[in-house]
């Protein structure tokens, strides 16, 4: 294709504008390259716009309008546009969608600014102070780093003014440099660790990989603490070698912190940060260096797959069985298979790290398209901690009470050793239901068909949902009766007030992600507790999510039926996952831990494969399951909904398809519903589910295209496809 366009010359430019077409333009004067970032007029306004190929030509020559400017940011790659439009095709997104998710940098239009610093100068101050003094050997200390008044200020502990004295004088520089500075180089050979003999064997494959230069997906799987964060970060040393970047994606902004610091260790400096908590001017700044390539890492959420990488040489997707990594809002997209497709098309190498992966992987490394790569004991004397059930039918607990005398025996056990204990509820808030006694009345949200969960340490009703909250009420909202409504089961914040009236003497603490403001609040928590700042740990599946608890040698887990309940597909493999990567907490140093399941069928076979360990026995018969039904990964799946203010509009809209499926029944594809959704009514909209099932091997986007190509949306209603879906909800 051409690469070049010289002025005058007709190109198409692909807007975040939601229109089905390229838009025809005159190349600006100077020209511009395919790829380039542009702003082009649209009727009275200025947009952004990329330069995706020669003009289409059907557009009146002599209307056609003329770019405005070539913005200054490095042209998308062939290679990035090619993955978003066979990412759009996918996920059956319009490609003005899929580039606003390529372009989330503020600023993008802005020339480079420029900000002032300060380094020492040629000069001498005329008279000398102790203050400047600080100052001068600051700067001398600090050698070449350009500082800004602040940082210089703050380095010599003296005020702004001192600094600027100085550079009256000339005894300091003051310079104008471009904001946006490059990354501090990361050293491959900077702290490599001993690796014991299975894991320098992983981490061979995995350099050869890299060395190779080709594309390929390896399965890294080991229990939580048998090193494969040591083993991958030996992939990400060998990619620096070979002169590309490397992206790890993390599924919670919590971790990383905690991360960082681990990278650091290795590569004597931080990478680049990609998360919805990093600031507006480093995003800016992140997305163009990783553009230019001078950012070699960044570790990030789902949406840095989208940066511009100029040389990206590795992804890997840690915990890459985590639904965070699966974005249910706007475009439905999952990170971990875009991780490989992107990959796919550069000639890179992914690492897709779990103790417990996600059946599509383990699927796919059992028919060899992945790579399997296994770390099989703790680092370390750690063992996996013993596992066993508490049958709940046979413990005496009184109403309003959770924790077992079983259970309740075994914390007391090992608080008399010093030692922690971990129990485990997946329920934030108080209670997850609020009842009038008086009326029978459950409160629910107004606006979807879920019910308030009272969190007392808010002292507010919030829809888990839509994030409503409201007041507790004092007299029932249905009837009005004072002093009648009453918490029904319990959440985290219940089981703290339960477990300190049972162990008076014992430091309690809660992790549950909305009792913490900030991301640094919550890491200082847990910092704090893995210090030996706390006897019991009561915690949500925040907990199950990879931090390092030393003195943590028993697990007990308030409900394990929990998430066996319900009718989703995946709800087995998810309990046992979750089941595992609790357990996993305990006895992580050398101290064997103990994790014990309180539950009402210990027969239940989820339940007992998790005791037995035998995650080969369960992945198979969890896989014949889905085999015979033809559910994913051995068929295809895409869920359709519709959603409007008008119920009896979307249930019309959802029999009509139903009815009209000619191009489902063409590819053998069937169609099921319209039914409600599970949860039928979401911020006053009414939703309703369709779902197509499909052989493996179907054309399946195409079809499901020609099928809702006539419908036309009228008003407020709307219809989302999610490919591969991951939740029914
Ligand atoms: P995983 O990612 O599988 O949970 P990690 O890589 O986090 O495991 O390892 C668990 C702990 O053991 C970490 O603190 C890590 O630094 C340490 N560790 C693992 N392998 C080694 C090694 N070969 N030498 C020193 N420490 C190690
Ligand atoms: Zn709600």
């Not at 890997?316 to 069985?321: A, G, L, N, R, S």
């Not at 308030?452 to 994030?467: D, I, N, P, S, T």
């Not at 910092?527 to 907990?543: R, S």
Request: with cysteine; aromatic share 6%.
């Amino acid at each position: 294709m051409q690469e070049f366009f010289e002025q005058g010359a007709r190109i198409g430019v692909l807007t975040a504008q939601p229109l089905d077409r390229l838009l025809d333009y005159r190349a600006p004067e100077g020209g511009c390259f395919l790829g380039a970032y542009v702003e082009v007029p649209l009727g009275p306004r200025k947009v952004l716009g990329v330069v995706w190929g020669p003009g289409e030509g059907q557009f009146d020559a002599a209307k056609l309008r003329s770019v405005i400017r070539v913005l200054d940011a490095a042209p998308m790659r062939a290679e990035m546009r090619a993955f978003l439009e066979k990412a759009g095709a996918y996920t059956l997104t319009p490609m003005p969608a899929m580039l606003r998710l390529a372009t989330r940098a503020p600023g993008l239009g802005d020339g480079p600014s420029m900000r002032k610093v300060y380094r020492r100068g040629e000069g001498e101050p005329e008279r000398m102070t102790d203050a400047r003094r600080r100052v001068i050997a600051a700067s001398e200390e600090l050698g070449g780093l350009a500082l800004t008044l602040g940082e210089l200020a703050e380095a010599a502990g003296v005020t702004s003014s001192v600094v600027k004295g100085l550079v009256k004088s000339g005894a300091i520089r003051e310079e104008e440099s471009p904001r946006d500075t490059a990354f501090p180089a990361l050293d491959p050979d900077y702290g490599g660790k001993d690796l014991t003999e299975d894991q320098a064997a992983a981490a061979d494959v995995l350099r050869d990989g890299q060395r190779a230069g080709t594309y390929g997906t390896v399965l890294l799987k080991g229990v939580t603490g048998s090193g494969k964060t040591e083993v991958y970060l030996e992939a990400v040393a060998e990619c620096l070698r070979q002169g590309r970047q490397a992206l790890v994606l993390l599924p919670e902004i919590a971790l990383s912190a905690e991360f960082l610091a681990r990278v650091e260790a290795r590569f004597g400096a931080r990478p680049a940060e990609w998360h919805s908590g990093v600031t507006m001017t480093e995003r800016r700044r992140v997305w163009r260096m990783v553009g230019e390539g001078r950012a070699q890492m960044v570790v990030g959420a789902r949406s840095a797959l989208f940066l511009p990488f100029q040389r990206l040489g590795l992804i890997v997707v840690d915990e890459e069985h985590d639904t965070s990594y699966k974005q249910e809002d706007g475009v439905l997209y999952n990170a971990r298979d875009m991780a490989v497709l992107r990959a796919s098309i550069l000639g890179a190498q992914v690492v897709l790290a779990s103790a417990t992966p996600s059946l599509e992987s383990w699927a796919n490394a059992d028919a060899g398209k992945y790579r399997r790569l296994v770390l099989t004991s703790r680092f370390g004397e750690a063992v996996l901690p013993e596992m066993r059930t508490i049958d709940m039918r046979r413990q005496e607990v009184p109403s309003n009470r959770w924790i077992s005398p079983a259970l309740a025996a075994a914390v007391n056990a090992r608080m008399e050793r010093g030692e922690q204990a971990l129990l485990f509820l997946n329920r934030r808030g108080y209670a997850p239901v609020t009842l009038c006694r008086a009326c029978g009345q459950q409160i629910g949200c107004d606006h979807c068909d879920a019910r308030m969960v009272e969190h007392r340490f808010l002292k507010r009703l919030v829809c888990h949902q839509c994030g409503e909250t409201k007041p507790m009420p004092e007299v029932c909202p249905s009837c009005g009766a004072e002093d009648k409504l009453a918490a029904v089961g319990p959440g985290v914040e219940r089981l703290a007030e339960e477990a300190q009236a049972q162990f008076p003497e014992a430091r309690i603490a809660v992790l549950s992600s909305d009792l913490y403001g900030t991301a640094r609040e919550l890491k200082a928590q847990i910092e704090g507790i893995a210090a030996g700042g706390a006897d019991i740990i009561i915690g949500t599946q925040l907990v199950a999510k990879g931090h390092n608890f030393p003195l943590l040698t028993l697990v007990g887990v308030i409900d394990a039926d929990l998430g066996l309940q319900g009718s989703d597909l995946r709800a087995a493999e998810r309990t046992f996952q979750l089941m595992r990567q609790v357990a996993g907490r305990a006895g992580r140093a050398e101290k064997r831990g103990e994790a014990l399941l309180q539950t009402y069928q210990p027969e239940h076979p989820v339940i007992r494969s998790i005791l037995a360990g035998d995650e080969e026995a369960f992945w198979s018969a969890e896989a014949d399951e889905r085999r015979l039904g033809g559910m994913p990964p051995f068929g295809r799946l895409a869920g359709i909904i519709l959603s409007g203010p008008d119920v009896q509009e979307v249930f019309d809209l959802g029999n009509w398809l139903a009815r009209n499926d000619g191009a489902l029944r063409r590819v053998g594809a069937q169609v099921f519903g319209p039914a409600p959704a599970p949860i039928a009514r979401v911020r006053g909209r009414h939703r309703v589910r369709l779902l197509v099932r499909a052989e493996k091997g179907v054309a399946l986007q195409g079809a499901l295209a020609d099928w809702v190509r006539p419908v036309k949306l009228k008003g407020d209603l709307r219809l989302a496809i999610d490919i591969d879906p991951q939740s029914f909800f």
